[in-house]
């Protein structure tokens, strides 16, 4: 296996890994983190993409992307901290709470009963 | 400067300028970019109208460099017709929001959580506008991942300007799925460039993709564009988003964001990848049949009213995915009237449904409250209002002669030419599901014993806005051939 197959794989494995992770992590911070980690991991996947299609030419469109990818990974990252910091205020908890709220009429006070 | 040029501009920087303006915290700046972000796309979108009715499809290379170097956008007849929806339904919601945060915007309250929705509303709303404009434009993947982002933040930022917990949670919940979804759609980018080494939709469509790893990528990209559009089973996160934003943003969300991603699967599906597989396209009618009716009786159960109504767009959205099997019936073929049928139903949810969230806004604006028990006799109270809700909710229902009825027809019609009977008894089902909810809401509306007595007056341009868009989707009904030509340009394979 040549190294730029390598790159590929792992960027496809850290995807994976940083997908399952945020689907099923209940603390917000740690949700934040592995779609942090899950952009990482396609980046590295587009950085590998030119090498192998055409090694012996730097594409710097991948790079581009990447660059663009990272200033958008920033601002998604700080907007979901200040959210989350804002659910905390609200709620006590840094963690979602499981389903769908249901307000029957009784609006808040039934979840916050039950947390 | 060809028309394409300058209206495309016009149309994306427009709103973009008018996001900087409103950023100020002077109320008269707030409404200047309200002002000159409505302006600008109803003119250039009706300048693209123009252009693409005359000379067909064109095309902007932004700065003379054209593709593969260079960024396109790219304007055919489906595109300005999403265009044109947004500008219309846009306008008006922002004039709403205008009157909506208007008593609110002393600033010197700008620290309480109310100010705070007065002071950025406006600029948020604005640059989503940008966003959703520029996704209806774009001519590759990137630029596409780059105005959908900029559409998830600003969208779940607009949840949050609501101050109940409730609000905050769901918030949180949208965009965190907002986020993995659109990872999920990079990743596909990433490996269908891994495989051509393009990102232009023309050229992609010309190389035809097929084989393993296109494959993957369709499927991740669909996915995270499915999570995105809330179709069944990914609905979750949409309704307390939706309902718990403020009235205008609840418009906005449900009428228009949900749109941006269901286009870009439209155009993935069969602009580029030509109708993918045609299990996949009955899988994606199916889910969207799972849609039209869990979404259906999920708010008739519901006893909160801007929560019926955010039900309701989980099983209207449900229609636009059962166009997608119908589209394309045998390979190397496609139906006209599924296309301009189930985008019909797109542009006609997108004013009705952004009718009846105004209107519900106007009813629990005046009872200070969101249950359905205490907006009972409301409709002797603001009975434009009641218009307003009602005549949205049958055209959301499809009858004649909104919209909504001839985009059903259309879609009916290219079922029964293919004789698809599944698909012609869901839609039919749905309709009646749909008549049921919004008459469960006329009837506390009506309910003439208990008046309500905590009455705040609604502010007459509140009332006009909501009013104006149900009879835009009512007499688009009657118009509805122009919108039907216009997006035959082009039609789903413009390349």
């Given at each position: 296996?040549?190294?730029?197959?390598?790159?590929?794989?792992?960027?496809?494995?850290?995807?994976?890994?940083?997908?399952?992770?945020?689907?099923?992590?209940?603390?917000?911070?740690?949700?934040?983190?592995?779609?942090?980690?899950m952009g990482t991991g396609v980046f590295l996947i587009l950085?590998?993409?030119?090498?192998?299609?055409?090694?012996?030419?730097?594409?710097?469109?991948?790079?581009?992307?990447?660059?663009?990818?990272?200033?958008?990974?920033?601002?998604?990252?700080?907007?979901?901290?200040?959210?989350?910091?804002?659910?905390?205020?609200?709620?006590?908890?840094?963690?979602?709470?499981?389903?769908?709220?249901?307000?029957?009429?009784?609006?808040?006070?039934?979840?916050?009963?039950?947390? | 400067?060809?028309?394409?040029?300058?209206?495309?501009?016009?149309?994306?920087?427009?709103?973009?300028?008018?996001?900087?303006?409103?950023?100020?915290?002077?109320?008269?700046?707030?409404?200047?970019?309200?002002?000159?972000?409505?302006?600008?796309?109803?003119?250039?979108?009706?300048?693209?109208?123009r252009a693409v009715a005359l000379y067909g499809p064109g095309?902007?290379?932004?700065?003379?460099?054209?593709?593969?170097?260079?960024?396109?956008?790219?304007?055919?007849?489906?595109?300005?017709?999403?265009?044109?929806?947004?500008?219309?339904?846009?306008?008006?919601?922002?004039?709403?929001?205008?009157?909506?945060?208007?008593?609110?915007?002393?600033?010197?309250?700008?620290?309480?959580?109310?100010?705070?929705?007065?002071?950025?509303?406006?600029?948020?709303?604005?640059?989503?506008?940008?966003?959703?404009?520029?996704?209806?434009?774009?001519?590759?993947?990137?630029?596409?991942?780059?105005?959908?982002?900029?559409?998830?933040?600003?969208?779940?930022?607009?949840?949050?300007?609501?101050?109940?917990?409730?609000?905050?949670?769901?918030?949180?919940?949208?965009?965190?799925?907002?986020?993995?979804?659109?990872?999920?759609?990079?990743?596909?980018?990433?490996?269908?460039?891994?495989?051509?080494?393009?990102?232009?939709?023309?050229?992609?469509?010309?190389?035809?993709?097929?084989?393993?790893?296109?494959?993957?990528?369709?499927?991740?990209?669909?996915?995270?564009?499915?999570?995105?559009?809330?179709?069944?089973?990914?609905?979750?996160?949409?309704?307390?988003?939706?309902?718990?934003?403020?009235?205008?943003?609840?418009?906005?969300?449900?009428?228009?964001?949900?749109?941006?991603?269901?286009?870009?699967?439209?155009?993935?599906?069969?602009?580029?990848?030509?109708?993918?597989?045609?299990?996949?396209?009955?899988?994606?009618?199916?889910?969207?049949?799972?849609?039209?009716?869990?979404?259906?009786?999920?708010?008739?159960?519901?006893?909160?009213?801007?929560?019926?109504?955010?039900?309701?767009?989980?099983?209207?959205?449900?229609?636009?995915?059962?166009?997608?099997?119908?589209?394309?019936?045998?390979?190397?073929?496609?139906?006209?009237?599924?296309?301009?049928?189930?985008?019909?139903?797109?542009?006609?949810?997108?004013?009705?449904?952004?009718?009846?969230?105004?209107?519900?806004?106007?009813?629990?604006?005046?009872?200070?409250?969101?249950?359905?028990?205490?907006?009972?006799?409301?409709?002797?109270?603001l009975p434009m209002s009641f218009f307003a809700f009602g005549?949205?909710?049958?055209?959301?229902?499809?009858?004649?002669?909104?919209?909504?009825?001839?985009?059903?027809?259309?879609?009916?019609?290219?079922?029964?030419?293919?004789?698809?009977?599944?698909?012609?008894?869901?839609?039919?089902?749905?309709?009646?599901?749909?008549?049921?909810?919004?008459?469960?809401?006329?009837?506390?509306?009506?309910?003439?014993?208990?008046?309500?007595?905590?009455?705040?007056?609604?502010?007459?341009?509140?009332?006009?806005?909501?009013?104006?868009?149900?009879?835009?989707?009512?007499?688009?009904?009657?118009?509805?051939?122009?919108?039907?030509?216009?997006?035959?340009?082009?039609?789903?394979?413009?390349?």
């Amino acid at each position: 296996m040549n190294p730029v197959d390598l790159y590929m794989l792992a960027g496809i494995v850290i995807t994976l890994i940083a997908l399952y992770a945020a689907l099923t992590r209940a603390h917000l911070f740690w949700k934040v983190l592995a779609i942090n980690l899950m952009g990482t991991g396609v980046f590295l996947i587009l950085l590998a993409a030119p090498s192998r299609r055409t090694p012996e030419i730097a594409d710097p469109l991948p790079q581009a992307m990447v660059l663009t990818g990272i200033v958008v990974a920033v601002a998604a990252t700080a907007l979901a901290l200040g959210i989350a910091l804002r659910v905390i205020a609200r709620s006590g908890l840094p963690f979602l709470p499981d389903g769908d709220e249901e307000d029957q009429g009784s609006g808040g006070s039934a979840g916050e009963a039950s947390r | 400067m060809t028309e394409f040029e300058l209206w495309s501009t016009v149309v994306i920087f427009g709103p973009l300028l008018a996001s900087v303006v409103a950023l100020s915290a002077r109320p008269a700046l707030l409404r200047a970019g309200l002002v000159l972000g409505s302006l600008s796309t109803l003119v250039g979108s009706a300048g693209l109208w123009r252009a693409v009715a005359l000379y067909g499809p064109g095309r902007h290379p932004l700065g003379g460099w054209g593709q593969p170097l260079g960024i396109e956008l790219w304007i055919d007849g489906f595109g300005v017709a999403m265009l044109a929806v947004t500008a219309l339904v846009g306008a008006l919601t922002s004039l709403y929001a205008n009157s909506y945060f208007g008593d609110l915007s002393e600033l010197s309250v700008r620290d309480s959580p109310a100010g705070r929705g007065a002071r950025f509303f406006a600029p948020l709303w604005l640059l989503l506008w940008t966003a959703l404009n520029g996704i209806y434009l774009s001519a590759d993947l990137f630029n596409l991942y780059v105005t959908l982002e900029i559409l998830g933040l600003s969208a779940a930022a607009i949840v949050t300007l609501a101050v109940s917990r409730q609000a905050t949670v769901a918030g949180m919940r949208y965009l965190l799925v907002s986020l993995i979804g659109s990872l999920l759609y990079l990743l596909g980018v990433a490996l269908l460039y891994v495989q051509y080494g393009t990102l232009s939709l023309e050229g992609l469509a010309a190389i035809g993709p097929s084989g393993p790893i296109p494959a993957i990528a369709l499927a991740a990209m669909t996915v995270g564009m499915a999570a995105k559009t809330a179709l069944f089973p990914f609905h979750a996160w949409l309704p307390p988003a939706h309902a718990g934003a403020p009235a205008p943003g609840s418009a906005i969300l449900s009428a228009l964001v949900v749109k941006g991603s269901f286009f870009i699967l439209v155009r993935l599906w069969f602009s580029v990848y030509g109708g993918g597989s045609p299990e996949g396209l009955i899988l994606l009618g199916v889910l969207g049949s799972g849609a039209i009716l869990w979404g259906s009786i999920l708010a008739l159960r519901q006893v909160s009213l801007k929560r019926l109504i955010a039900y309701s767009t989980v099983a209207q959205l449900g229609y636009l995915f059962v166009m997608f099997p119908l589209l394309i019936p045998e390979p190397r073929l496609w139906n006209a009237d599924a296309w301009t049928g189930g985008l019909l139903l797109a542009i006609s949810h997108a004013l009705a449904k952004a009718a009846m969230f105004l209107a519900a806004g106007n009813m629990s604006y005046a009872v200070a409250e969101d249950r359905l028990t205490s907006i009972s006799g409301v409709a002797h109270r603001l009975p434009m209002s009641f218009f307003a809700f009602g005549v949205g909710g049958l055209s959301l229902a499809g009858l004649p002669p909104s919209a909504g009825f001839v985009g059903k027809w259309l879609l009916l019609r290219s079922a029964f030419e293919t004789a698809h009977w599944t698909w012609i008894a869901v839609i039919a089902v749905g309709g009646l599901l749909t008549i049921a909810y919004v008459l469960k809401v006329l009837r506390y509306a009506l309910d003439r014993d208990e008046a309500p007595e905590d009455f705040r007056p609604v502010p007459r341009r509140m009332e006009w806005a909501a009013a104006l868009l149900a009879l835009a989707a009512m007499a688009l009904g009657v118009r509805a051939l122009e919108l039907v030509e216009l997006l035959l340009v082009g039609g789903p394979f413009p390349w």
